[in-house]
């Protein structure tokens, strides 16, 4: 059965940084495409960032790009979100989810493209 875990969430102080990870298992082969979402208490859930088996198609939010970065090492099967510059508004849930097929980036924000998700992993940006 396919699992995914996110883990590296926490609180930190604005301007601060986390990493998050998600470990995947159970794929009978390695996902395509794999991304980040977060939801805020009271609001929809929102894409963040999404990559893709091979580098150079990486997909980010207007909100976190030049701030967040994520990365996959595929021997690993685990993808990270490296997010630095930490505002208060990045508070959330943050979750982990994976696509078996390739499709373009363009279509990548959208949580109806991603068949697999994790349990989620806290992020607080507080003084």
């Known amino acids: 059965q396919v699992q995914l875990e996110e883990s590296g969430g926490g609180l930190v102080q604005p301007g601060g940084s986390l990493r998050l990870a998600c470990a995947a298992s159970?794929?009978?082969?390695?996902?395509?495409?794999m991304a980040w979402f977060r939801q805020a208490p009271g609001e929809e859930r929102e894409f963040v960032a999404a990559d893709s088996l091979r580098g150079g198609n990486a997909v980010y939010a207007d909100s976190v790009k030049g701030r967040f970065i994520i990365a996959r090492d595929n021997a690993k099967n685990t993808v990270y979100l490296q997010m630095d510059s930490l505002k208060p508004e990045d508070t959330a849930v943050y979750y982990c989810?994976?696509?078996?097929?390739?499709?373009?980036?363009?279509?990548?924000?959208?949580?109806?493209?991603?068949?697999?998700w994790g349990q989620g992993t806290q992020v607080t940006v507080s003084s």
């Open positions: 989810a994976s696509r078996l097929n390739r499709i373009l980036a363009a279509y990548l924000r959208s949580g109806e493209q991603y068949t697999n």
């Open positions: 159970g794929h009978s082969s390695s996902p395509w495409h």
